[in-house]
C-alpha cells in the first residue's frame, strides 16, 4: 500500500507517507516554555507512528510569538524542554520536525508589531532589523540541530512575517525586499540551511483568497526560489491574510499541492481537512502529493494510522508493544 510505503525526503528516512503537520497547541504559561502538556501531546501522537511530525510554530524571538501561550526556542530555559519533546518521539522510531516561526504584525502579543510595511500600529523593518530577524532564525536553526530536530520547517504561510514579505497584500516597498518580494524567504533559507546543517522545508500558502494577493499562478518564483536555497520540501496550505472566510470541504487544498507538484521536482505535502484513508490512497495513487498531512484527524484518533494497518494485516506486536497491539489488533476477537 503506497501510504505505508518507506521513503528517503532529503536524508531521512521515512517509515511511510502520512505526517502531522504543525499545530499550535496554545499551552504555553507566556514564556515560551513547553511542559507536561506539550510532551504527553507529542508523545501521543507518535505512538500512532506517523512517518514525521512537524512540531508546532516556535517564535524565534520574543517579538516573534503568535500568542503568549505559543512556544520559543530563544532562551536556555525554553531549550531545555524541548529536548524532552525530541527524545519521546524518537522513542517511538518517528521523526520530528520544529516550524520556526515569526509572527510579524500577526502577532497577538508583542509589544511592537513589525512588518514589511507601515500601518497603524505596525512598524516597517527596515534593511537592518531584517538582517537582525534572519540572525534570529539562524541561531534557532543551530540550536534546533544541537537539540536533535530531525529537520526544520520555515513557516512562510498563514499570513506570519515571511508571507508577509511575500504577498503584494502586505509588501509594497520600494526596496530590495519589495523588488524581490522572495528575498527575506531566501536569505532565511539560505540561514537556516548554513546552521541547521540537515533537511530544511518550506510551508508556503498557495492561494491567499483575495482579488489582490497571492493565487496559484504567482507561485512559480516563490517555488523557485525555495529549490535556488536547497530546501528539501515544500509544504502546501493556503489562507493567512484573506478578510474573508474561507469556504473549506474535504481535501480542499489538494488541488494547491497538485499544482505545486507540476511546479517542482521537489517532494510536495499536501493537507487539509483529509479523513478517510479512500482520501489518502486517491491522494498518493494521482501524485497530487507526494506526503498526506493529517491534522485534526490525528487530534481525535491518534491511533488511525495503527487501526488501519491492522485492518490489512500489516500491524505486528513486535513493532508497537503489547500494550498497544492489544488495545488496537482486532483481528481473531
Same mark, same amino acid.
Given at each position: 500500500?503506497? /501510504?505505508?510505503?518507506?521513503?528517503?525526503?532529503?536524508?531521512?528516512?521515512?517509515?511511510?507517507?502520512?505526517?502531522?503537520?504543525?499545530?499550535?497547541?496554545?499551552?504555553?504559561?507566556?514564556?515560551?516554555?513547553?511542559?507536561?502538556?506539550?510532551?504527553?501531546?507529542?508523545?501521543? @501522537?507518535?505512538?500512532?507512528? /506517523?512517518?514525521?511530525?512537524?512540531?508546532?510554530?516556535?517564535?524565534?524571538?520574543? $517579538?516573534?510569538?503568535?500568542?503568549?501561550?505559543?512556544?520559543?526556542?530563544?532562551? /536556555?530555559?525554553?531549550? $531545555?524542554? @524541548?529536548?524532552?519533546?525530541?527524545?519521546?518521539?524518537?522513542?517511538?522510531?518517528? +521523526?520530528?520536525?520544529?516550524?520556526?516561526?515569526?509572527?510579524?504584525? +500577526?502577532?497577538?502579543?508583542?509589544?511592537?508589531?513589525?512588518?514589511?510595511?507601515?500601518? $497603524?500600529?505596525?512598524?516597517?523593518?527596515?534593511?537592518?532589523?531584517?538582517?537582525?530577524?534572519?540572525?534570529?532564525?539562524?541561531?534557532?536553526? +543551530?540550536?534546533? +540541530?544541537?537539540?536533535?530536530?530531525?529537520?526544520?520547517?520555515?513557516?512562510?504561510?498563514?499570513?506570519?512575517?515571511?508571507?508577509?514579505?511575500?504577498? /503584494? @497584500?502586505?509588501?509594497?516597498?520600494?526596496?530590495?525586499?519589495?523588488?524581490?518580494? #522572495?528575498?527575506?524567504?531566501?536569505?532565511?533559507?539560505?540561514?537556516?540551511?548554513? #546552521?541547521f546543517e540537515k533537511d530544511v522545508i518550506v510551508r508556503i500558502s498557495a492561494e491567499e483568497y483575495e482579488e489582490d494577493g497571492l493565487h496559484i499562478a504567482d507561485m512559480k518564483d516563490i517555488v523557485e526560489a525555495i529549490e535556488s536555497c536547497g530546501a528539501a520540501a515544500i509544504s502546501v496550505s493556503s489562507g493567512g491574510l484573506n478578510k474573508h472566510p474561507i469556504q473549506t470541504y474535504p481535501m480542499y487544498q489538494i488541488p494547491y499541492a497538485r499544482a505545486i507538484k507540476q511546479m517542482t521536482s521537489l517532494p510536495v505535502m499536501g493537507v487539509g481537512l483529509i479523513t478517510k484513508e479512500e482520501e489518502i490512497e486517491t491522494i498518493l495513487a494521482q501524485e497530487d502529493c507526494d506526503y498526506v498531512l493529517l491534522g485534526r484527524k490525528l487530534l481525535r484518533d491518534p491511533y488511525f494510522l495503527l487501526s488501519w494497518q491492522d485492518a490489512f494485516g500489516l500491524l505486528t506486536e513486535e513493532n508497537i508493544g503489547e500494550c498497544l497491539y492489544r488495545g488496537i489488533h482486532k483481528h481473531g476477537e
Open positions: 500500500m503506497k /501510504p505505508f510505503e518507506t521513503s528517503l525526503l532529503g536524508r531521512m528516512e521515512l517509515n511511510n507517507r502520512i505526517g502531522i503537520p504543525a499545530m499550535c497547541t496554545y499551552m504555553a504559561k507566556g514564556d515560551g516554555i513547553a511542559n507536561l502538556h506539550h510532551i504527553a501531546h507529542y508523545e501521543t @501522537l507518535a505512538k500512532g507512528r /506517523p512517518a514525521f511530525i512537524v512540531q508546532e510554530a516556535t517564535a524565534i524571538a520574543a $517579538e516573534g510569538y503568535i500568542s503568549d501561550a505559543c512556544l520559543g526556542i530563544f532562551t /536556555p530555559r525554553q531549550r $531545555e524542554p @524541548l529536548k524532552d519533546i525530541v527524545e519521546v518521539v524518537h522513542d517511538y522510531g518517528v +521523526k520530528l520536525g520544529i516550524q520556526l516561526n515569526h509572527a510579524g504584525m +500577526k502577532s497577538k502579543c508583542a509589544a511592537h508589531k513589525v512588518s514589511a510595511m507601515d500601518n $497603524e500600529d505596525v512598524h516597517a523593518l527596515t534593511a537592518e532589523e531584517i538582517h537582525r530577524i534572519v540572525v534570529n532564525f539562524e541561531f534557532a536553526g +543551530k540550536w534546533a +540541530k544541537e537539540l536533535g530536530y530531525d529537520f526544520v520547517e520555515i513557516h512562510a504561510a498563514h499570513g506570519y512575517l515571511i508571507n508577509q514579505f511575500l504577498s /503584494p @497584500l502586505t509588501n509594497q516597498r520600494t526596496d530590495l525586499y519589495g523588488e524581490d518580494r #522572495t528575498l527575506l524567504l531566501k536569505e532565511i533559507i539560505t540561514g537556516v540551511r548554513s #546552521t
